[in-house]
Nanobody
């Protein structure tokens, strides 16, 4: 049974930084591409960023490009989302997700591509 547990959320002022962590258990993380999504109240869950199973490829939503960075360490079964220059519109519950290595890069932005999800961690950015 694969489980994902996120941590690191909190309240931060606009312009500040946060680093979210996600730890995978049950199988080696090297079996999966990993991603971060977020969901604000009243909105659909949206893609934030993706990192390939070996860390060689990373893609980001335009709204976070140049501000957020995803990294991973398969020896620790962990993935991180470094968020800089945070804006109030970044306020959301952030979810870590894992997908089979068979998904294609274009599919990485879709919620339906991911079989495993964490419980989410709240990020609130005050203005």
């Amino acid at each position: 049974q694969v489980q994902l547990v996120e941590s690191g959320g909190g309240l931060v002022m606009a312009g500040g930084s946060l680093r979210l962590s996600c730890v995978l258990s049950g199988r080696a993380s090297s079996n999966y591409h990993m991603a971060w999504f977020r969901q604000a109240p009243g909105k659909e869950r949206e893609f934030v960023g993706y990192i390939s199973w070996n860390g060689a490829v990373a893609d980001y939503a335009d709204s976070v490009k140049a501000r957020f960075a995803i990294s991973r360490d398969n020896d620790k079964n962990a993935v991180w989302l470094q968020m800089n220059s945070l804006k109030p519109e970044d306020t959301a519950v952030y979810y870590c997700a894992a997908a089979s290595r068979t998904i294609t890069r274009p599919d990485a932005t879709f919620v339906k591509s991911y079989a495993y999800w964490g419980q989410g961690t709240q990020v609130t950015v005050s203005s």
